[in-house]
């Protein structure tokens, strides 16, 4: 079993660009969630995808967008990149019968 | 919204227990998870509440208070890999929509 793969590992990018991160989730998981997490602090809630649809959706403006796919994986988009948007992308895959989160190893995004 | 509070840091001697508090709000409460991080990996699952009471696994324990918004995580016999950043996590406001807390960097010294 694979687990949950991120990639890519590393990023830089400058602000304005846009940018693309890509899950695959664990085996046997339908529902993908993706987080940011700054250094020091707590992964935050950026969405959540089941059934290739959005069901739940943290504090992040629209510049943050995502999208499933049919065999599960999913983006995560950025828009018009900040200097704040810098930060570690964590991607949890789940599956509603359980509580349990499996998170990727993440990509680390840095902004210039 | 949500909210969650716990002590940003603790240090315990190996061997010895500890235990790590985490206060929450939310609204439609579902539960309360606990997650371990090292510097530079990725959380891993470590104990998921829903009812009240406490739920051991091996050595940590979870423990949780509907009633007072309250629950901590407990690690007995603590080893020098327990050194971690530890996250409490409510499930709330939201089917499936987590929570986290700030963490709490445990440091396990000889």
């Known amino acids: 079993d694979a687990g949950v793969t991120q990639s890519p590992t590393h990023l830089i990018k400058t602000r304005g660009q846009q940018v693309t991160l890509r899950c695959s989730p664990k085996?046997?998981?339908?529902?993908v969630s993706w987080y940011q997490q700054a250094l020091g602090q707590g992964p935050q809630f950026i969405f959540q995808?089941?059934?290739?649809?959005?069901?739940q959706r943290g504090n992040f403006p629209d510049r943050f967008s995502g999208h499933q796919f049919p065999n599960y994986s999913s983006e995560l988009n950025v828009n018009a990149l900040l200097l704040g948007d810098s930060a570690l992308y964590l991607c949890?895959?789940?599956?509603?019968?359980?509580?349990?989160?499996?998170f990727g190893p993440g990509t680390r995004l840095t902004v210039l | 919204g949500q909210s969650l509070e716990q002590p940003s840091e603790v240090t315990a001697v190996e061997g010895a227990i500890v235990q790590i508090n985490c206060t929450y709000q939310?609204?439609?409460?579902?539960?309360l998870s606990w997650y371990q991080q090292h510097d530079g990996g990725a959380p891993t699952f470590l104990s998921y509440?829903?009812?009240?009471g406490l739920e051991e696994t091996g050595r940590f324990s979870s423990f949780l208070s509907r009633s007072d918004s309250y629950g901590y995580l407990l690690l007995q016999e603590l080893q020098m890999k327990d050194s971690a950043s530890y996250f409490c996590?409510?499930?709330?406001?939201?089917?499936?929509?987590?929570?986290f807390g700030t963490g709490t960097k445990l440091q396990v010294i000889p």
């Open positions: 949890a895959s789940s599956s509603l019968q359980y509580n349990e989160q499996f």
């Open positions: 085996s046997g998981h339908d529902t």
């Open positions: 995808y089941y059934e290739e649809e959005e069901r």
């Open positions: 939310t609204s439609g409460f579902y539960g």
């Open positions: 509440n829903a009812l009240d």
């Open positions: 996590a409510v499930t709330g406001g939201g089917y499936q929509k987590v929570t």
